[in-house]
């Protein structure tokens, strides 16, 4: 099984600074996924296939990677974007999706 | 629009049952694998259970292999998680979600969520 650690686990940035979160996979993987999930209310999708931005999502959002290490950057944080962020991987035999454990965002 | 509705949640001894439900519209549900992604109180995210478009599939994560069973109703659009033996550990919020069309490599609409308790 594949097992992704996300760093840091909290970090706080204020308005205009960049901010990156990592996902490092303990096997080398595809793509990457990415979702946001505000305070008191269910996930949403934010970056699949490690670099594309789901629909409605802001450019300052972007993410890259390859092989076993994956990051999402917000190049300019905003208050809006103070949240949770959750990297997942699918792999096929069997057929299992894994998260990694989260990233608190907070504003600064 | 998308919709997922999840209804049926609440308060559970242990060793009993409970059965989740979730309405989906604004898709052609019978095109889409769906899931249940769990989530305990102040944790992250685990995905629960997958079943294909046609229900012919379904795929579960270790811990409640044997206990839980993912369906679903096409003619209701509907999904199901019928949840056994429950355990004071399976409390959580649990997401319907729809998986990415063709592939379902990732989730693509999520649910609000609804509360599974697990006490005595």
């Known amino acids: 099984e594949i097992v992704l650690t996300q760093s840091p686990t909290t970090t706080a940035a204020s308005p205009g600074e960049k901010v990156t979160i990592t996902c490092l996979a303990s096997?080398?993987?595809?793509?990457m996924y990415w979702y946001q999930q505000k305070s008191g209310a269910s996930p949403k999708l934010l970056i699949y296939s490690t670099s594309s931005l789901a629909s409605g999502v802001p450019d300052r959002f972007s993410g890259s990677g390859s092989g076993t290490s994956y990051s999402l950057t917000i190049n300019t944080m905003e208050a809006e974007d103070a949240a949770t962020y959750y990297c997942?991987?699918?792999?096929?035999?069997?057929?299992?999706?894994?998260f990694g454990g989260g990233t608190k965002l907070e504003l600064k | 629009e998308v919709q997922l509705v999840e209804s049926g949640g609440g308060l559970v001894q242990p060793g009993r049952s409970m059965k989740l439900s979730c309405a989906a519209s604004?898709?052609?549900?019978?095109?889409?694998?769906m899931a249940w992604v769990c989530q305990a109180p102040k944790k992250g995210l685990e995905w629960v259970a997958t079943i294909s478009y046609d229900g012919s599939s379904t795929y579960y994560r270790d811990s409640v292999k044997g206990r839980f069973t993912i369906s679903r109703d096409n003619a209701k659009s509907t999904l199901y998680l019928q949840m056994d033996s429950l355990r004071s550990e399976d409390t959580a919020t649990y997401y319907c979600?729809?998986?990415?069309?063709?592939?379902?490599?990732?989730?693509?609409?999520w649910g609000q969520g609804v509360m599974v308790t697990v006490s005595s």
């Open positions: 604004g898709f052609t549900f019978n095109n889409y694998d």
């Open positions: 997942q991987q699918w792999s096929s035999n069997p057929p299992t999706w894994t």
């Open positions: 096997s080398s993987v595809s793509n």
């Open positions: 979600a729809r998986h990415q069309v063709y592939y379902g490599l990732y989730f693509d609409y």
